[in-house]
């Protein structure tokens, strides 16, 4: 794995959604670049804010050094692709208009810009022995179960579960396996937050013990995995579950509560004893 950072040339752009933005990263920047097994694998994007001073490349510890305002600010992003002949790098990026750091410069970017990163990292990677998989998120999970997908062995079930705005955020999913996808639209529902855990739960799974990946708004993938663990007997083990964000929190904001708030999710349901 790649600790150190590595930067990354646009070589193109491309909208595969009215939210989400697709970048290709190329150069030798990428020499460096080692990917790990995992199909959730991340990087952690460092943005240089306007006025900084520096540019990319740049020495990651020399420039938190600087002032608050001027040291670059870190995104993690899931790796879509990484095509080792080309050496190209590719992560899809979730866009809301001018706010935050990462969907801005994404939308801006253009050939020839420049992007560092550190990484990747990660923790999952489809069990090739499940009997049939359940993954499920929203937008934010969409590159990371997209990788997962397509290592899922040929002709094994792979129930997904994702929520986006409407018809028009989803995206096309390819996989070996048998995929039953069911996409949730949360323009004009009442209470959006509680799709994702309704669906699941409405759903008829198949015999046996699932491998599963739910991750996306820290509220609702809680409550898919109270639903998973207390509802279907699910063990904790068989599961990577977690949140990449939380409604009405700024990036900055999750981090700071993010432990507190992981360590009461997991008091939610408790072992199961024998």
């Given at each position: 794995m790649t600790t150190s950072?590595?930067?990354?040339?646009?070589?193109?752009?491309?909208?595969?959604?009215?939210?989400?933005?697709?970048?290709?990263?190329g150069g030798a920047g990428l020499d460096d670049f080692e990917p790990t097994a995992w199909t959730d694998q991340y990087v952690n994007a460092l943005f240089v804010p306007d006025g900084a001073g520096y540019d990319v490349p740049f020495d990651p510890a020399e420039a938190r050094n600087g002032p608050p305002e001027?040291?670059?600010?870190?995104?993690?992003?899931?790796?879509?692709?990484?095509?080792?002949?080309?050496?190209?790098l590719t992560i899809d990026f979730v866009a809301h208009g001018d706010s935050g750091m990462a969907g801005p410069w994404?939308?801006?970017?253009?050939?020839?810009d420049r992007l560092?990163?550190?990484g990747p990292s990660g923790g999952y990677r489809p069990?090739?022995?499940?009997?049939?998989?359940?993954?499920?998120?929203?937008?934010?999970?969409?590159?990371?179960?997209?990788?997962?997908?397509?290592?899922?062995p040929a002709g094994r079930d792979c129930f997904v579960f994702l929520v986006v705005d409407d018809e028009r955020h989803e995206l096309p999913l390819d996989?070996?396996?048998?995929?039953?996808?069911?996409?949730?639209h949360r323009l004009g529902v009442d209470a959006p937050a509680e799709l994702l855990v309704g669906a699941v739960a409405a759903a008829t799974f198949p015999a046996g013990h699932p491998d599963v990946f739910v991750h996306g708004e820290a509220g609702?993938?809680?409550?898919?995995?109270?639903?998973?663990?207390?509802?279907?007997?699910?063990?904790?083990?068989?599961?990577?579950i977690s949140p990449y964000w939380r409604r009405r929190h700024t990036d900055e904001a999750w981090r700071e509560v993010k432990a507190e708030w992981l360590a009461e999710v997991a008091q939610d349901v408790c072992p199961r004893t024998t």
């Open positions: 950072a590595v930067y990354g040339e646009v070589e193109r752009t491309e909208w595969l959604t009215p939210g989400m933005v697709r970048v290709v990263l001027h040291r670059p600010v870190g995104r993690r992003y899931t790796v879509r692709a990484w095509d080792p002949e080309a050496r190209h994404a939308q801006r970017a253009r050939p020839g560092q990163v550190v069990d090739p022995d499940a009997p049939w998989y359940l993954m499920a998120g929203d937008e934010s999970a969409i590159p990371a179960i997209a990788a997962s997908l397509e290592q899922v996989t070996p396996g048998e995929l039953r996808c069911t996409w949730l609702e993938i809680r409550a898919v995995r109270r639903h998973l663990l207390a509802d279907r007997g699910i063990e904790r083990d068989q599961t990577s």
